[in-house]
């Protein structure tokens, strides 16, 4: 379970307010998305649970420990993080960039093996195959599942993903929503996806979160959005005339 | 505390009195190798001394830099070069006078002394072709006025600007050259290019034995322009007295050489290919200095022969051109990549760092060389030193570059993965930036090997010291000795940098 309170992050020297002060909770096993206009606070508000951006206010618990707690770098290990176009280093092949952490951490090298070949089965793409090619000779889908795959291999509770299928095309996007809502059923991490598409966050989330300028405007799931829209600015969104 | 001192003291001055070791220098032309032969060979053969020959070194300036630092103990100089070039004073023109002149003011400003003169002069002379039809009636310098704007007039680049060099020489005559016509060369090229007709005229040397050999007519001085060059040897007095062997051969050395003989002796090495150490050597033994054979000259061979035949000195010197060139390399690297790497962590370090360093690259090599001889003398320390500052800047700028030029991306994936910065700089960004950072050390091995080949002019040695050498006594074997090994090591080098990039740079980022 992800906690939040009273989040905030005030940029200096100019005091910019990119998130003000913002509360949510995400239950364990379940999906949340937070969606907004660019220049929201969604990202920072996400970069803000991996500590990738330092809070100004307010405090994280994942599963009640606290964030704070901890040395960044150690907390970020906890966590599993997925950016938009994978992220992957160019210059390791597939199976070298889902262990590289594993590696780093000095695992059981027979543990990396097998723990990877599971990852690559899972995403359906054969070890056999692909673990030693480079990103390069990958598509854009293939990517973006090996960056999944290599933010689960220390199997971290929690998974956060910025715009992670943004550069899809509609085919491949679709089926990785089926992909990802499949293999939560069965590993049950709690997942915060940034998104700015709102069919995407009304079809992945179990809880949707609309912020603007640092605020979240209303919380809940698409029938609470479309039923009982806060405000206009929340009607609006939804029927796709912002964003 | 005080005996003690006393004691080291005197410990240090009998060691070095009975070390019969001394450096003798010569300048980078025929007469002054084979001046700097006999002392060598006498002090060898006669007096069991060891010598270390510091041979073709650059010009009068380095030299004396060495000498005054003790890098060397000994090397020939003419009296006109040190009563013009460095005591910078003119008018005088009695040999005795001027002689008198420089031994007076050396030893009072430097406690350095000469020797008493060897006996001929090599002053300067103004040489046309004799065949030339325009300076067929022409004797004097003084009858070339008629006819000056249209010549083309060559010297070496010492001539073009010493006092007693070329633009004194055309007030001094009130003669109109046109000075877009002359032309400052190396000393041993100025011959050739009268030869070939790309010069009218030029300021010889007068002992040159291409004089004769080229067929060059010398133009009588007759307002008296060009003061006495008599050669002699330059020695501090401090080594002089530590030294009672050099009292001796200077003795003998007075007056010992005549003109004629000198114009022979060069000949002989600039024409004939002899060994300057055979030439003196053969001197040595005919004026009964020295006992043996005299030494037969060996018919004349092909490159690859010649070569053959040097194969130990070829070893030698390319071993010295890789020790200075990797020397240097290995230095840069060691400095560069952290510093490259510690300019994208700085930025505004970044602007203060790089037009220092694109400074000194501007500076021009020799010029950098002359100015590190005073603070580290000669051979291979200042060699290496302005080989590593020459490679400094391609490594630090491409080092910063390949690791600015990483997609931020990439940064950030490795940063929410849990990286810490040091694991992102070596299993990221050093990796990702490699094709830059090796390219960057291509381009400075390529500069280093090269440019290490003017280490010879400050007795660094290497592949340039041939080269040099070749130029100096118009010896095409001997320039090609060093010019060919050194560009099948520049080919060589970036072909292992080439092979080594493959192992360094990742498939995935080679495609």
């Given at each position: ?243 | 505390m005080g005996n003690l001192v006393k004691v080291l003291f005197f410990f240090l001055l009998t060691t070095h009195l009975w070390s019969k070791e001394l450096t003798i220098g010569s ?9 700097s032969e006999m002392l060598a060979q006498v002090l060898e053969e006669n007096y069991n001394y060891k010598i270390n020959r510091k041979m073709?070194l650059?010009?009068?300036k380095v030299l004396f830099d060495a000498l005054d630092g003790g890098d060397i103990d000994l090397y020939p100089d003419?009296?006109?070069?040190g009563?013009?070039?460095l ?15 420089v031994k007076k003011e050396y030893e009072n400003r430097f406690g350095i002394t000469w020797s008493p ?115 002699a040897f330059l020695v501090k007095e401090k080594t002089l007295e530590d030294h009672p062997a050099l009292v001796e051969i200077f003795e003998l050395f ?36 020295i ?29 010295e051109?890789?020790l200075?060139?990797?020397g240097?390399?290995?230095l ?40 590190l001889i005073p603070l580290m003398g000669i051979g291979y320390l200042p060699a290496v030193i ?72 400050v007795g660094a040695g ?50």
């Amino acid at each position: 379970m992800i906690s939040v309170k009273n989040l905030s992050k005030i940029y200096e020297p100019d005091g910019f307010i990119a998130v003000n002060h913002i509360d949510f909770e995400i239950p364990t096993g379940s999906i949340a998305c937070i969606i907004g206009t660019s220049g929201c606070g969604k990202t920072t508000t996400l970069k803000m649970l991996n500590r990738l951006v330092e809070p100004s206010t307010g405090e994280i618990r994942v599963n009640n420990e606290l964030a704070i707690t901890y040395d960044p770098v150690e907390w970020r290990r906890k966590i599993g993080y997925v950016i938009q176009k994978a992220g992957l280093l160019p210059h390791m092949t597939v199976r070298e960039n889902i262990t590289l952490l594993s590696r780093i951490l000095k695992r059981d090298k027979k543990h990396i093996v097998e723990k990877s070949n599971e990852l690559l089965n899972m995403i359906g793409m054969d070890p056999n195959t692909f673990a030693d090619r480079y990103p390069i000779e990958l598509s854009g889908g293939q990517q973006q599942r090996v960056g999944i795959a290599r933010a689960l291999m220390e199997d971290p509770p929690i998974l956060l993903m910025d715009e992670p299928f943004g550069a899809l095309d509609p085919i491949t996007r679709n089926s990785m929503h089926e992909e990802l809502m499949y293999m939560n059923e069965k590993l049950h991490k709690t997942i915060v996806i940034v998104t700015h598409d709102m069919e995407e966050a009304f079809k992945l989330g179990n809880q949707v979160m609309l912020m603007n300028k640092g605020e979240i405007i209303q919380m809940g799931n698409e029938k609470d959005f479309k039923e009982n829209p806060k405000n206009q600015f929340v009607e609006d969104f939804v029927s796709g005339q912002l964003g | 505390m005080g005996n003690l001192v006393k004691v080291l003291f005197f410990f240090l001055l009998t060691t070095h009195l009975w070390s019969k070791e001394l450096t003798i220098g010569s300048k980078a032309f025929s007469e002054s190798i084979i001046l700097s032969e006999m002392l060598a060979q006498v002090l060898e053969e006669n007096y069991n001394y060891k010598i270390n020959r510091k041979m073709n070194l650059g010009g009068t300036k380095v030299l004396f830099d060495a000498l005054d630092g003790g890098d060397i103990d000994l090397y020939p100089d003419y009296t006109g070069t040190g009563y013009i070039m460095l005591l910078k004073m003119q008018g005088e023109t009695d040999p005795q006078a001027v002689y008198d002149i420089v031994k007076k003011e050396y030893e009072n400003r430097f406690g350095i002394t000469w020797s008493p003169s060897l006996g001929f002069n090599n002053t300067y002379a103004i040489a046309v072709r004799e065949n030339d039809p325009r300076f067929k009636e022409i004797k004097t310098i003084s009858d070339i006025i008629p006819i000056a704007n249209k010549l083309r007039f060559v010297a070496a680049h010492e001539s073009m600007e010493r006092k007693d060099g070329y633009k004194a020489f055309k007030e001094f005559y009130k003669i109109p050259f046109d000075d877009n016509k002359a032309k400052g060369v190396d000393s041993g090229l100025m011959y050739s290019a009268i030869r070939d007709d790309h010069a009218d005229m030029i300021m010889s040397y007068s002992t040159d034995g291409r004089i004769k050999a080229y067929n060059l007519k010398i133009l009588e001085d007759d307002k008296k322009f060009f003061p006495p060059y008599y050669a002699a040897f330059l020695v501090k007095e401090k080594t002089l007295e530590d030294h009672p062997a050099l009292v001796e051969i200077f003795e003998l050395f007075d007056d010992f050489i005549s003109e004629e003989e000198m114009i022979e002796m060069n000949d002989l090495v600039d024409r004939a290919k002899r060994e300057p150490k055979n030439i003196a050597h053969n001197f040595l033994v005919q004026k009964g200095i020295i006992k043996g054979k005299i030494k037969k000259p060996q018919l004349s061979k092909g490159f690859i022969a010649y070569t053959l035949s040097k194969k130990n000195y070829l070893l030698k010197i390319t071993k010295e051109h890789l020790l200075l060139s990797f020397g240097a390399l290995f230095l840069a690297l060691l400095v560069s990549i952290p510093t490259g790497v510690a300019l994208t962590r700085f930025p505004k370090l970044s602007k203060l760092v790089f037009p220092i360093i694109n400074t000194v690259q501007t500076i021009p090599s020799l010029a950098l060389l002359g100015f590190l001889i005073p603070l580290m003398g000669i051979g291979y320390l200042p060699a290496v030193i302005a080989l590593f500052l020459y490679s400094l800047l391609p490594l630090i700028r491409n080092t910063y570059s390949g690791i600015e030029g990483v997609n931020s991306n990439y940064i950030e994936a490795s940063r929410g993965l849990g990286l810490t910065p040091m694991q992102i700089l070596f299993k990221v960004e050093i990796p990702l930036a490699m094709p830059i950072i090796l390219a960057g050390v291509r381009t400075a091995s390529v500069i280093v090997i090269g440019t290490a080949t003017l280490a010879a002019l400050v007795g660094a040695g290497g592949l340039g010291e041939p080269i040099f050498r070749g130029v100096a006594t118009v010896n095409g074997n001997l320039i090609l000795l060093g010019a060919i090994p050194s560009a099948i090591l520049a080919i060589v080098v970036d072909k292992f940098w080439e092979v080594l990039e493959k192992k360094l740079v990742s498939p995935g980022i080679r495609l």
